[in-house]
């Protein structure tokens, strides 16, 4: 069964130090999104991408974060100066197609293993 | 705006014993449900979904019944075992003012089950 994959899976970094969580959706999906998990806590949404750019983000998702779909295949994410507090479990996901008009559509989003970030 | 409400944890249960996790919602139009559950160290993983009113999703002995009239998407299991020692999220899929989908998570109830 296809699923989503994320590298690495744990990744440790310095605080100010640039990091690019990979993801690799399932091939036929058209929709894209991060989440985090901070430890302990609820999943939150971080931001979706569609068609090559951003459809909605977080508060969460300052100018710190960007995403990409550099190559038809990854999606990633980046912190550009990473704090202690972006240490998190990063959750990508992917969906197959939108929603029909009127009604959320049946379609689900599929979770990738995670990218463990911790920030010293 | 939407919000998922989750029964807090720790849930701590014997083997064989029956499990509730209830999950309530807040929504406007007719949003999906579903349960994920998050196994020790891992990802997060599809248990099941229901994307109508009265609709019961099922997978691997877990039920939930999707209740408009109480907004809920309670999580019940029989029997429990150890192996379904793990986090569940309760969580519901909803379209946004600009038309595009979102998922909104409970906070997340553990579950340990003993010998």
């Known amino acids: 069964e296809p699923e989503v994959t994320q590298t690495p899976s744990h990744q440790v970094t310095q605080m100010g130090q640039e990091v690019i969580l990979r993801c690799v959706p399932i091939s036929n999906h058209l929709y894209f999104y991060w989440y985090r998990q901070i430890l302990g806590q609820k999943v939150e949404f971080l931001v979706s991408f569609y068609n090559n750019e951003i459809s909605e983000k977080s508060e969460i998702f300052d100018d710190q974060f960007s995403v990409e779909r550099p190559d038809g295949s990854n999606f990633t994410l980046k912190i550009r100066s990473t704090k202690l507090e972006d240490s998190a479990m990063y959750f990508c996901?992917?969906?197959?197609?939108?929603?029909?008009?009127?009604?959320?559509?049946?379609?689900?989003?599929?979770f990738g293993p995670g990218t463990r970030l911790t920030v010293l | 705006g939407n919000s998922v409400t989750q029964m807090e944890g720790p849930v701590t249960l014997s083997e064989e014993a029956f499990l509730t996790i209830n999950c309530t919602y807040t929504?406007?139009?007719?949003?999906?449900l579903f349960w994920y559950v998050q196994y020790p160290g891992e990802g997060l993983q599809l248990l099941l979904k229901?994307?109508?009113?009265?609709d019961k999703g099922s997978n691997k002995g877990f039920e939930a019944t999707y209740r408009k009239e109480t907004t809920s998407f309670h999580l019940e299991k029989g029997s429990v075992q150890v192996s379904d020692s793990a986090v569940y999220f309760c969580a519901l899929l909803s379209m946004n003012s600009g038309g595009y989908q979102k998922v909104t998570f409970g906070t997340g109830t553990k579950l340990q089950v003993i010998p």
């Open positions: 996901a992917s969906r197959l197609i939108w929603g029909t008009s009127g009604r959320v559509g049946t379609d689900t989003q599929y």
């Open positions: 929504a406007t139009g007719y949003p999906s």
């Open positions: 229901a994307t109508k009113a009265d």
